[in-house]
């Protein structure tokens, strides 16, 4: 049996339990359709609901419907119009793991649809919707119960999942290779960008989240959206934080470059890495999330001590909450169907949440950590002017070497972020494993 269709079965296993613990007995899931801009006849890219995207094996099916109940086969009811402006879609191939049906017109395929769910008792619908669930017919629209469940459970993934993820990972390493080649050879950053697209043969539209491309000071804005087209005459330091999709499967990755190998900023990258290493060393089945992102701040701690950024001592770093302005955002998220996978901060299947601690409240994940999670691990050390300047006027500011701190503010700073699947035995980095392998 393929991985596909298992991953198929692992699907009706988790609805058919969500069904039920929702008291619901059938679902129609919607694909969504494109909505233009307001005013407007332009879309910006279609996103498949992630909850039907789960289903499609990477087929896109725009106002397509899926028909999932508690007991029998998943059932497509895919929308194929004739059309003369756009390329219809195509007819997706699911191994015949899932029932399908073609129809021509909205109104055919929505009736279908209801008429084959209504053969149940309670149907709820999931997706979006600009009809207010009163005037839909249907028992429940999003209901909290089943979405609780299944968004519970999209954090492990299946064997196919993880597969996507792994061929996902090896596009976006092919295009970081050629944006290294690029930044070594003076490009701008558009120039950069346009190499990493070319080499993962992927256009804007086909990635997962818009790739940051950061030269110099650029690299301290932690989601740097410009491509400037001009090189800088002085160039310092290089971050690229860009991924791939694979049937809908995110990657994402950041990498951190100097332009100088022996200058202190590599050796700052390096102590970084050795720092980005240990903490994946550090993982088990069973640790809080919450504890790996609080030993990433002791890390960064021991980071500016050792490279004379502050002058006390490592703890009172971390005490005297130093770290915070240098690490801003989270160690990492899930990741998935989506670049920020759904229910990081979920920790049970009906709905219970745990909230990031106060002194964090930019950390996405709070689980506890078990096989079958994919996340990131994506410690950053910047340097922000915006968050220095509050540190300068702190009570803490005489435990920091200024102008240390200011001679590396034209670096911007560093982020080095790994895919990683945890296993029983302890973790498959896919990105390290994929840059290894090319
Ligand atoms: N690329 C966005 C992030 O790393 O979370
Ligand atoms: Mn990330
Ligand atoms: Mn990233």
């Not at 700073?413 to 390290?432: H, M, Q, S």
């Amino acid at each position: 049996m393929s991985n596909f269709t298992d991953h198929i079965h692992e699907l009706e296993r988790r609805w058919a339990q969500a069904l039920t613990a929702a008291k619901v007995d059938a679902v129609i899931i919607a694909a969504g359709t494109p909505r233009p801009y307001f005013l407007d006849d332009q879309s910006p890219p279609y996103r498949m609901n992630p909850h039907f995207a789960q289903w499609m094996d990477g087929a896109e099916c725009p106002q397509s419907l899926l028909l999932v109940t508690a007991s029998g086969r998943a059932r497509l009811f895919f929308h194929q119009v004739e059309d003369y402006w756009h390329q219809p879609p195509v007819q997706p191939d699911l191994q015949g793991a899932i029932d399908i049906e073609v129809h021509r017109s909205e109104d055919s395929l929505m009736a279908a649809a209801i008429a084959a769910a209504r053969r149940h008792n309670r149907v709820a619908f999931v997706g979006e919707t600009e009809t207010p669930a009163d005037n839909l017919p249907f028992d429940d629209v999003n209901p909290a119960l089943l979405l609780n469940a299944i968004h519970y459970g999209r954090a492990r993934k299946t064997p196919y999942e993880v597969e996507c993820m792994r061929l996902a990972t090896t596009t976006a390493v092919r295009g970081h290779r050629a944006a290294a080649a690029a930044f070594e050879a003076g490009a701008s950053e558009y120039d950069i960008h346009q190499a990493y697209l070319r080499e993962s043969r992927q256009t804007d539209a086909d990635l997962p989240y818009s790739n940051i491309v950061a030269l110099n000071a650029h690299a301290g804005v932690l989601h740097y959206q410009h491509y400037d087209r001009e090189s800088p005459a002085r160039r310092s330091s290089f971050l690229i934080d860009a991924g791939a999709r694979h049937k809908g499967y995110a990657a994402d990755i950041t990498r951190t470059y100097a332009s100088d190998a022996s200058s202190e900023f590599a050796h700052l990258i390096a102590t970084l890495d050795a720092h980005q290493r240990a903490l994946i060393d550090a993982i088990c089945v069973g640790m809080s999330y919450v504890d790996l992102h609080e030993a990433a701040h002791r890390r960064i701690a021991e980071a500016l001590a050792e490279h004379a950024l502050v002058s006390c001592s490592p703890e009172a770093a971390f005490a005297s909450h130093i770290t915070d302005a240098f690490l801003p955002h989270g160690l990492g998220h899930l990741i998935g169907l989506q670049t920020h996978d759904v229910a990081g901060h979920m920790i049970s299947a009906e709905g219970g949440v745990r909230l990031p601690p106060r002194r964090y409240p930019a950390l996405r994940l709070t689980r506890a950590i078990e096989a079958g999670q994919v996340f990131t691990i994506e410690p950053g050390l910047y340097f922000v002017p915006m968050l220095l300047r509050e540190l300068r006027k702190s009570s803490t500011s005489a435990d920091v070497n200024w102008s240390r701190v200011d001679a590396f503010m034209d670096f911007g700073g560093i982020r080095i972020e790994d895919n990683v699947l945890v296993t029983e035995a302890g973790t498959e980095n896919f990105t390290r494993d994929a840059f290894d392998a090319t």
